[in-house]
C-alpha cells in the first residue's frame, strides 16, 4: 500500500515559471517531510525538509508548504529552470525510521 | 553537509557469482544505515534497515539469505549479492542517517549476466 502518494506523475514548465508537486499521506504519525531531487543515474539528494509544526519552510527557489489538517505537502519551484529538469521525490516518516517515498514527479523545464 | 559514498558505482558480474557493494558515510557516523533497490522509471523501494552491530531488518519480501548485510562499523555498511542472477539487474542505493535526515549515496548500478 503507497503510504504517500504524489502526483503529477510528469510535469512540463517553462523556463522562469513555478513547478508544483503535491503529496498526501494517511499515517498521522508522519512528522518528517523531505523532498529528495535525482538526476538520471544518480542517487537523490536532499532539497528541503519539513516538520509538522510549521506550515511553511523556504530555502532559495524551494518551498515547502505544508497542510497537516488535511494531511497534505507540496514542492513550489520558483522560477525554474532547465537545470531543475530531474525526478523529485516526496517522503515521509517517523523520526528514526525509513522514508516512505512517492512515486516520483519527473520535471521537464523547457528553455 | 554529510557525504555518502558507494562502491563500486557500476558492476557487471556473471550469473552465479555474488557481489558486494559499500556504503561510507564519509564525514559523520552512522548508527542506521538503509539499502535501496530502484528500478528504471521509478521509486526507491526500501530493501532492509542496517543497524550498527546488530543484524539488519528486511522488508516483506526481500530474502536475507540472497541479500546479505552487514554493518560493522559505524561509517560502512555492505549489501552482498549472493549467486546473483539477471533479475538482480538493478539500482541499488545507501542511505545513512545523521540527525534524523537520510543522505544518500550515488548508487551502484548492478548487471548481471
Known amino acids: 500500500q503507497q503510504q504517500v502518494k504524489q502526483s503529477p506523475q510528469s510535469l512540463i514548465v517553462q523556463k522562469g515559471g513555478i513547478s508544483i508537486i503535491n503529496c498526501a499521506y494517511e499515517n498521522t504519525a508522519f512528522d518528517y517531510f523531505p523532498w529528495y531531487q535525482q538526476f538520471p543515474g544518480k542517487g537523490p539528494a536532499l532539497l528541503i525538509a519539513?516538520?509538522?509544526?510549521?506550515s511553511e519552510k523556504k530555502e532559495g527557489r524551494f518551498t515547502i508548504s505544508f497542510n497537516k489538517s488535511a494531511k497534505q505537502f507540496s514542492l513550489h519551484i520558483m522560477d525554474s529552470q532547465p537545470g531543475d529538469s530531474a525526478t523529485y521525490f516526496c517522503?515521509?516518516?517517523?523520526?528514526?525510521?525509513?522514508?516512505?517515498f512517492g512515486k516520483g514527479t519527473s520535471l521537464l523545464v523547457t528553455p | 553537509g554529510a557525504v555518502v559514498s558507494q562502491h563500486p558505482s557500476w558492476v557487471i558480474c556473471k550469473s552465479g557469482t555474488s557481489v558486494k557493494i559499500e556504503c561510507r558515510s564519509l564525514?559523520?557516523?552512522?548508527?542506521?544505515m538503509f539499502w535501496y533497490r530502484q528500478f528504471p522509471k521509478q521509486s526507491l523501494m526500501l530493501m532492509a534497515t542496517?543497524?550498527?552491530?546488530?543484524?539488519?531488518?528486511?522488508e516483506q519480501g526481500v530474502e536475507k539469505d540472497k541479500f546479505l548485510i552487514n554493518h560493522a562499523s559505524l561509517t560502512l555498511s555492505t549489501l552482498t549479492v549472493t549467486s546473483a542472477h539477471p533479475e538482480d539487474s538493478s539500482f541499488y542505493i545507501c542511505?545513512?542517517?545523521?540527525?534524523?535526515?537520510?543522505?544518500f549515496g550515488p548508487g551502484t548500478r548492478l548487471l548481471v549476466l
Open positions: 542496517s543497524n550498527e552491530g546488530s543484524k539488519a531488518t528486511y
Open positions: 519539513i516538520r509538522p509544526d510549521v
Open positions: 564525514d559523520f557516523q552512522a548508527t542506521t
Open positions: 542511505s545513512a542517517e545523521e540527525r534524523e535526515t537520510q543522505y
Open positions: 517522503a515521509a516518516s517517523n523520526s528514526g525510521y525509513a522514508l516512505n
